[in-house]
């Protein structure tokens, strides 16, 4: 499974855009990369998924780049209960992914 | 849906003792996955089945800890006996395609 780095933790305020940028050098060609949200004392939950130039959704927006190595998550105008833990992750799609997770990046919202 | 189920919620015990959690993934999702959280280690896969065969259990970390699914409706973790480190949230997540959907957990402290 391809490593992913991504940053420990991020501050922002309310109604700004958040971008949380993940790097995984190792990707293999049937790799998709998929981002979970985990608030506190709760299970993560899906985000968004995406394999190749741009993904949006109702809650975010992906950004691959031509060469896949990293990709950017985009949380437009965010909220103070956008608080929690984002997980970027990457693997094969297919059913039974075997997910690994890493420390994820804590973001913090504030007045 | 009510999403998958986990019981209890919350479990206080002592060294020694056995542990058996409790999971009810969504209806007609053919894979469950076994997950336990900590500070110190993150969010770690222990097992997953699909179509209730145990898969993959190269995350169970010892002997004490053995998982079954007796049906497509209804898995088990059970740790006997059970030790301080064993202290963690467990989550049970079951899927039908790529994305998971986590429980609620179960908060296990092992005095």
């Known amino acids: 499974l391809a490593k992913t780095t991504q940053p420990i933790s991020m501050d922002s305020y309310e109604g700004q855009e958040v971008n949380i940028t993940c790097s995984h050098n190792?990707?293999?060609?049937?790799?998709?990369i998929t981002w979970y949200q985990q608030f506190p004392s709760q299970g993560p939950r899906f985000i968004i998924q995406?394999?190749?130039t741009k993904v949006t959704n109702e809650v975010a927006s992906l950004f691959i780049p031509a060469d896949r190595k990293s990709s950017t998550l985009s949380l437009p105008r965010v909220s103070l209960s956008d608080t929690a833990v984002y997980y970027c992750?990457?693997?094969?799609?297919?059913?039974?992914?075997?997910?690994?997770f890493g420390t994820g990046t804590q973001l913090k919202v504030e007045l | 849906d009510a999403g998958v189920i986990q019981s209890p919620r919350h479990e206080v015990t002592e060294m020694g003792q056995e542990v058996t959690l409790r999971c009810k993934p969504i209806?007609?999702?053919?894979?469950l996955f076994w997950y336990r959280q900590t500070m110190m280690r993150g969010l770690e896969l222990l097992i997953y089945?699909?179509?209730?065969?145990?898969?993959?259990d190269s995350g169970m970390p010892e002997d004490r800890f053995s998982a079954k699914m007796p049906n497509a409706s209804f898995s088990t973790l059970k740790i006997q006996p059970s030790e301080p480190r064993d202290s963690a949230v467990y989550f049970c997540?079951?899927?039908?395609?790529?994305?998971?959907?986590f429980g609620p957990g179960t908060r296990l402290t092992v005095l």
């Open positions: 995406g394999y190749k």
């Open positions: 190792n990707i293999a060609t049937n790799d998709y």
């Open positions: 209806s007609g999702h053919d894979y």
């Open positions: 997540a079951s899927s039908g395609g790529w994305e998971q959907f």
């Open positions: 089945f699909n179509n209730n065969v145990p898969i993959d």
């Open positions: 992750l990457v693997g094969d799609a297919g059913g039974g992914n075997k997910l690994t």
